[in-house]
């Protein structure tokens, strides 16, 4: 599966920093483990705070997705976090 | 009283034999000569009965009971009617899914040359701002 959220990466240029890590490699093991994954999905998309946490909505949901998400979905997230002044 | 069972018998052997026809679902006219023939004997037997006993409303009522109607002719097809050959197709149901709505071409197809993953060692988790990280495969 390759990344979905590519496209939005030149959007972001110089706002929002996108790292894309392949599950296949072990370097990316102590991310996956920092982050919950636990590759049963894939791709598992997060969006993190300045803090390395996983960001939550006012209702409690995270900013995170798993498998496959609109594109759309991403970029109103990040809208919304960049307008509260995130 | 034995012509009285007789004719009572008679007439539900009569009966019996219109309706036992309707196992085979064909019904065939009776005789009119034969009914009017069992309709007079029935009624001279009970006559003769009720007559010797003195019991003319007996008689009366037995006369009425004792005229038969003719078998009504049903005529049924034995064999099942024609199946309609024009009867309209019902076309098969096919589901049309646009995944063009739901997935956008944001992405890199699997395969893609330009595909390339980020260095993990260039990640840093607390970075001290917002930033999106995405777990992939390139299969």
């Not at chain 2, 002719?73 to 024609?82: D, H, L, Q, V, Y």
């Not at chain 2, 260095?119 to 992939?136: D, M, T």
Request: hydrophobic share 45%; net charge negative.
């Amino acid at each position: 599966m390759a990344p979905i959220v590519h496209g939005l990466e030149s959007k972001y240029e110089n706002v929002v920093p996108f790292s894309f890590l392949d599950i296949d490699d072990p370097a990316t093991e102590p991310l996956q483990n920092a982050l919950g994954y636990g590759r049963q999905w894939r791709p598992f998309i997060v969006i993190l705070g300045p803090d390395g946490q996983v960001l939550t909505r006012p209702d409690g949901t995270q900013y995170l997705w798993i498998g496959v998400t609109p594109g759309e979905f991403i970029d109103e997230s990040l809208i919304e976090l960049l307008s509260a002044g995130g | 009283m034995i012509p009285r069972i007789f004719a009572i018998t008679f007439v539900l052997l009569v009966g019996s034999a219109a309706c036992g026809s309707a196992e085979t679902l064909i019904y065939t006219e009776v005789p009119e000569e034969l009914v009017a023939q069992q309709q007079q004997f029935v009624q001279e037997a009970a006559v003769a009965s009720l007559t010797a006993r003195g019991q003319p409303d007996a008689l009366q009522e037995l006369e009425m009971s004792a005229t038969l109607d003719p078998a009504p002719t049903i005529e049924a097809s034995p064999t099942p009617g024609p199946i309609a050959q024009d009867a309209p197709e019902i076309p098969l149901t096919q589901a049309e899914v646009d995944g063009s709505n739901l997935s956008p071409a944001l992405g890199f197809e699997p395969g893609d040359p330009n595909l390339k993953a980020s260095n993990p060692a260039s990640v840093n988790l607390a970075s001290g701002q917002i930033q999106l990280i995405e777990f992939f495969a390139f299969w």
